[in-house]
């Protein structure tokens, strides 16, 4: 599935190749052999599909194919575009495909199904997608030195300032920010841990020198293409080579398979030892091999992100943190336009209004919540990300259009018909609330929601699992909101939706004046 970009893929454009190909010849006449490329698979939110695979076609230039297992898409891109792949914003994990297979036959007995998926591993086309895999290591390697470099950079700096109380505060907060210092200092003890902690998980997605990325990926992928060992071996400092460490996850869905997810890593695993005569490791693996099963549909993959990519922005977490990547579909889906003002009234920790000034830093956003914890947590994610965002190499450090607030949802101090769009995670009724209180809160909510949104042309995109609660304070609210669309998605394994409601022209109740 992984080949050179003179090749063509039944169904899937490839732009960008030519591209990609014209500095190399401009800066060596010499000819080159193809391009290496890789086919794509990502896992993203289900009922995001067409939102990840627009943001694909809107920054890759690359078309997406929707698998009919929900929550993945697939897309060619060329090798060296790696960095860019990386920072998409829609995507979970991400993985190149070595093979895909529309219509397997399994077996009707398991020990001749599981023989046959042993069979698999001698005729797959190994060899590019474990180029792509190495040169993936290669960038994440580079982007880690990149970061302590930054950071002893930094750490540098505040030594030539002889400033010892800055360098004790420095995990809490960035010590310019006087409003995020005494949110901070206000925090649970454990705050530093969560920092460090976090700041491994934030070091996938930074989206930081992006020149020399995009070079290295093209040295690399140049590199590779060239070379004449074999692929997949590791070599040590004294030219020894390594042998790697695996282990195989097989995500299985359908009621008509005779073997269990276990089994077929199992004998899967076995194969793919026997083949390139690697170590099985299942928890201190170099690589992953993924053999995804839905129904008949069969797909091989290695993967590229060691965790998911959705945590790139939160450090203090709550007990109901929405996931950056749904945040970014949510917005996606409001389509924002440059000066919209966007609020978020309840914001619990800040993933929806942090996800939007970073991706959509032309708006202003606003984010609330009644819970002093919660905007505690909130203020704490926005000074990671504004520590963050200093640690970069640029001459200039500049904010971020976010401000959050305390305030009772039911009485927003905000003027009336003042926000072109609402985004929030409404209270589920589960973790947080109950379903009791969401029959008085819910319409409450939506009566409030319409009066600061602006008549007409307001949107609001809404998030619940109450669905039955939802429809029937909609249903009461129908002369303010009217419901464009609906997205159904799984939120940690719940039934839950996303409402699109646009606002209609007709006046909202006014309860009182702030002004």
Known sequence: TVRGAQ??????????????????????????????????????????????????????????????????????????SLPQVHRLRSVDNLFVVV????????????????????????????????????????????????????????????????????????????????????????????????????????????????????????????????????????????????????????????DKHCFTSNEAARDFGGAVQEHFQWKADMTNFDVEVLLNIHNNEVVVGIAL???????????????????????????????????????DPMCGTGAIPIEGATEWPSCYHIAGDNNPQAVKRAANNICSLLKKNENKESSTSLGIPLDIIQWDICNLPLRTGSVDIIVTDMPFGKRIGSKKKNWDLYPSCLMEMGRICTPGTGRAVLLTQDKKCFVKALSRMGHIWRKSQTVWVNVGG????????????????EKRSFW
Request: proline share 4%.
């Open 99 to 254: 093979q895909e297979f529309k219509d397997y036959q399994f077996k009707e007995h398991k020990e001749d199904a599981l023989k046959d998926l042993e069979g698999l591993v001698k005729n797959l086309p190994w060899t590019d997608p474990l180029k792509v895999w190495e040169l993936n290591n290669t960038l994440k390697k580079k982007k880690i030195k990149r970061k302590k470099h930054n950071v002893q950079s930094a750490a540098g700096k505040e030594k030539l300032n002889g400033d010892g109380e800055e360098e004790r505060t420095d995990q809490k907060d960035t010590g310019k920010q006087k409003d995020c210092a005494q949110n901070a200092a206000e925090v649970e003890t454990t705050s530093s841990q969560d920092t460090e902690k976090t700041q491994e998980v934030a070091s996938q997605n930074e989206e930081e020198e992006d020149d020399n990325e995009q070079s290295d990926a093209k040295d690399e992928s140049q590199a590779g293409s060239g070379s004449e060992s074999k692929a997949g071996e590791g070599e040590t400092s004294e030219g020894e080579v390594k042998v790697l460490k695996f282990r195989v996850t097989c995500n299985r869905a359908g």
């Open 494 to 509: 719940l039934h839950a939706a996303v409402y699109l409601l646009k606002r209609t022209w007709e006046r909202a109740e």
């Open 305 to 343: 992100t060691e965790e998911s990519l959705h945590r790139r922005n939160i450090t203090h977490f709550g007990p109901t943190t929405l996931r950056s990547t749904l945040a970014y579909g949510m917005l996606r889906l409001c389509d924002p336009q440059p000066t919209d003002i966007i609020v």
């Open 7 to 80: 090749s063509s893929r039944r169904g899937m454009a490839e732009p960008g190749t030519a591209e990609a190909q014209a500095p190399a010849e401009a800066q060596a006449p010499a000819e080159q052999g193809p391009v290496l490329a890789a086919v794509i698979g990502a896992t993203v939110p289900t009922g995001f599909e067409l939102t990840a695979a627009a943001e694909v076609q809107e920054k890759l230039g690359s078309a997406s194919s929707i698998s009919r297992d929900r929550g993945k898409i697939y897309f060619e891109v060329p090798a060296q």
